[in-house]
């Protein structure tokens, strides 16, 4: 069964840790994405990488760590540093094609107690 | 810098009605569009994707259209159902070098009731 799985659903972190949200695919996509959701607001790019060991910071890259071991993998680290760190954040991936359709999971909703 | 707008930010219609949904973007060097679905505490549903190229696209009762010169596109949906109600998000791709960056509006709550 090929898609995009995001784990935890739900995490909760105390101030002043580091979190790792995890991504993983089967669907043998090149590209992947992550994006952070806020109530009434559209989607921001926080990082995306093309290719194994290699990525790029998005729109809101501060706070946030990212590595492309595996091509199927593409864990999220949310530091200390993130002074704001309470959303929702989805993964996405696409395959290098004319489309470049992105596809994506089901997402992990990360509360800062 | 890209940004993109959905008019209305929230709609609220009878059932069977047909509806209109609106984005409009600033930078029209754009690769592709792509309207989402969102239901409450879920990922993205991709609908359809419009290629820079392409004026409509079409998937069952619903369908896509873009005009690239006037920075809009819309969504319409015929015949609307309960099950339609969502959040439903328009995004551009940028063209060039910018691989992958999607640039979201902030979408638009649909409430079909019956």
């Known amino acids: 069964d090929g898609g995009i799985t995001q784990s935890p659903k739900y995490l909760f972190r105390k101030e002043g840790q580091n979190v790792t949200l995890s991504c993983e695919q089967n669907?043998?996509?090149?590209?992947m994405y992550w994006y952070r959701q806020d109530p009434g607001q559209g989607l921001r790019l926080i990082y995306y990488?093309?290719?194994?060991?290699?990525?790029q910071k998005g729109d809101i890259a501060e706070g946030y760590s990212v590595s492309r071991e595996k091509k199927e993998s593409f864990p999220l680290t949310v530091t200390s540093a993130q002074k704001n760190p309470t959303a929702f954040y989805l993964c996405?991936?696409?395959?290098?094609?004319?489309?470049?359709?992105?596809?994506f999971g089901p997402g992990t909703r990360l509360t800062v107690l | 810098k890209q940004e993109v707008t959905q008019i209305p930010a929230a709609l609220s219609v009878p059932e069977g009605e047909n509806l209109v949904l609106n984005c409009s973007f600033t930078?029209?060097?754009?690769?592709?569009l792509q309207w989402f679905r969102q239901d409450p505490g879920k990922g993205l549903t991709s609908l359809l994707l419009?290629?820079?190229?392409?004026r409509e696209q079409t998937s069952g009762r619903l369908n896509a259209s873009l005009d690239k010169s006037s920075g809009r596109s819309t969504l319409y949906i015929a015949a609307s159902q309960p099950g339609d109600s969502a959040t439903y998000l328009c995004?551009?791709?940028?063209?060039?070098?910018?691989?992958?960056?999607?640039?979201f509006g902030q979408g638009t709550i649909l409430t079909v009731h019956p």
């Open positions: 990488s093309q290719i194994v060991n290699d990525f």
């Open positions: 669907l043998n996509h090149d590209a």
């Open positions: 996405a991936s696409s395959i290098y094609s004319t489309e470049r359709a992105q596809f």
């Open positions: 995004a551009v791709l940028a063209g060039g070098t910018s691989y992958g960056k999607l640039t």
């Open positions: 930078d029209s060097a754009i690769y592709n």
């Open positions: 419009i290629q820079s190229s392409q």
